[in-house]
C-alpha cells in the first residue's frame, strides 16, 4: 500500500483523509500528545486493521476520539456527574475518560471490554479532521506496538508506512507523551495512566482520585486494568537503565519521591556528580567490552560525562521539555544502535510524574541509587 505524506495545513488534506476515514482506511494525524492512528470508532473492519497496522494484540481496547462534548453522551452509557465535571474543566485536552459503552460501540473497538475509553483532543487539525470525517475517530498512539510512542510524523512513517493510507504531518507535538486515561466507572475515579493532566489537577475539580497500585508498584503477577499497561512499552533495543541519587525502590517513582537531579540539586549536594562518576564507570566498562553507549540528559549537565554518546532531552531538568523529548530520544537510541542506555532521573512535579512513569516502562523498572 502506498502511505500518501501530507502537510495537515495543505488545502484538500483534512478533506482527503476524511474520505479515507469514510472508507473504511486508516490515517494517522497529530494531536496535542502523540500522534494518532485513525480509524472509524464503529467499524468492526477498521479497528482490526488499526490492530493489524501496528502488531498489536486485539484485547488491548482503543481510545475514542470525538469533537463536540454531547458525542459522549451517545458512546457512553452512562456520565456520572463527576465525569461531566472533569469533561468542562479539561476538554478539549489531554484527558481520557472511561466509562461503560453503549451497544454501538462494537467489541473490536474496545478489545471486548464493556466499557469505552474517549477523549476530546485539543489539537486545531485533530478537531478538525474528526468534525469533518463526521465520524468518532478511534485513535491508538500511531507506532508499531512496542516502540515508543510518535512525537513526529516522521516517526509515524518510519513504523507504518506502507502499513496505512496517509499520514497528516502536523510537525512536532507539544505535549510529547499519552494522555491521562481516569476510570470513570467505579464508585471512586481512578487514575490508569498518568499524562499531562495530574492528580492534583483531578482532585481540585472533584476530590479524590484513586491511583492503579500497578502504576505505582508493577506487579508482573498482576492484572493492570488498563489492558495496555501490562505490555512492554515504549522500550529501546538497547538496555536501559535509570541511574538516580538517594534511597528508594521503583514505586517512589510515582510516589513523588525527590529523586530529581536538575531542580532539587542544592538540598542534595554532590548529587549530580554522583549520578555522574556512577554513570561515567558503567560507561566506562561498557566501552571496554565493545558496547555502543548512550547517555539521557540535559544541557545543564552534559559536560559531567567523559564517554558515550549524549542524547539531549531538554535544557534542564524540568517536566514539559523532558516529556516532549522523551520519545524521540528513545528512538535516537535505536537509530544509533546504541546497546546500553543510561538515564538520569527527574523532577515528578507535575508532567514528571508521567515522565518518570514512561522511563521506569522503558527500562523494564531497572533502576540505580547511588
Ligand atoms: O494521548 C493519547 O491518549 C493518545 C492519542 C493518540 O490520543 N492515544 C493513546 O492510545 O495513547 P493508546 O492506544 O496507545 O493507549 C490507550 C490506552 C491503552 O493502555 C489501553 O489499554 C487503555 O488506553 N484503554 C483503552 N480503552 C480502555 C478501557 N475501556 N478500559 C481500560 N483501559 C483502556
Ligand atoms: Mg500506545
Known amino acids: 500500500m502506498n502511505t500518501v505524506i501530507r502537510k ?100 473490536e473497538t474496545t478489545g471486548g471490554l464493556d466499557t469505552v475509553a474517549i477523549r476530546m483532543p485539543s489539537h486545531p487539525g485533530a478537531l478538525s479532521l474528526i468534525k469533518e470525517s463526521g465520524i468518532y475517530i478511534a485513535a491508538p498512539s500511531a507506532n508499531t506496538s512496542g516502540r515508543p510512542s510518535p512525537t513526529t510524523a516522521i516517526h509515524v512513517a518510519n513504523d507504518l508506512s506502507s502499513r496505512i493510507d496517509m499520514i497528516l504531518d502536523g510537525g512536532p507535538v507539544g505535549i510529547g507523551i499519552e494522555s491521562t486515561i481516569v476510570d470513570m466507572t467505579g464508585d471512586t475515579p481512578a487514575i490508569l495512566r498518568p499524562g499531562f493532566i ?47 541519587h538517594g534511597e528508594g525502590s521503583a514505586s517512589d517513582a510515582c510516589d513523588g519521591a525527590a529523586y530529581d537531579i536538575g531542580e532539587d540539586a542544592a538540598s542534595h549536594a554532590g548529587a549530580k556528580e554522583r549520578v555522574a562518576a556512577r554513570i561515567n564507570e558503567m560507561i566506562r566498562d561498557a566501552e571496554a567490552r565493545g558496547l555502543k553507549c548512550a547517555i539521557l540528559t540535559t544541557a545543564e549537565n552534559k559536560n559531567l560525562y567523559t564517554g558515550g554518546e549524549i542524547i539531549l532531552l531538554g535544557d534542564s531538568a524540568s517536566g514539559p521539555t523532558v516529556a516532549a523529548r522523551l520519545y524521540s530520544a528513545l528512538r535516537t537510541c535505536d537509530d544509533i544502535g546504541a546497546d546500553m542506555i543510561l538515564s538520569e532521573s527527574f523532577s515528578e512535579n507535575e508532567i514528571g510524574g508521567a515522565v518518570m512513569n514512561r522511563l521506569m516502562k522503558a527500562a523494564g523498572q531497572q533502576i540505580i541509587y547511588v
Open 8 to 107: 495537515i495545513s495543505d488545502a484538500g488534506a483534512i478533506e482527503q483523509a476524511s474520505d479515507i476515514l469514510r472508507a473504511g482506511g486508516l490515517v494517522a494525524f497529530p494531536t496535542e500528545t502523540v500522534y494518532g492512528l485513525g480509524g472509524n470508532a464503529l467499524s468492526r473492519d477498521a479497528a482490526q486493521k488499526i490492530y493489524s497496522a501496528k502488531g498489536r494484540p486485539s484485547d488491548n481496547p482503543l481510545i475514542v476520539h470525538i469533537a463536540e462534548l454531547g458525542d459522549v453522551y451517545k458512546l457512553a452509557s452512562d456520565v456520572p456527574p463527576k465525569a461531566e465535571l472533569l469533561m468542562h474543566a479539561f476538554w478539549p485536552g489531554p484527558m481520557t475518560l472511561i466509562f461503560n459503552k453503549k451497544l454501538l460501540v462494537p467489541p
Open 198 to 244: 495530574t492528580k492534583k489537577m483531578l482532585e481540585e475539580i472533584i476530590g479524590h482520585v484513586d491511583i492503579d497500585p500497578a502504576i505505582i508498584r508493577p506487579d508482573p503477577a498482576a492484572r493492570p486494568k488498563a489492558p495496555g499497561m501490562k505490555y512492554t512499552h515504549y522500550a529501546p533495543k538497547g538496555d536501559l537503565t535509570i541511574v538516580a
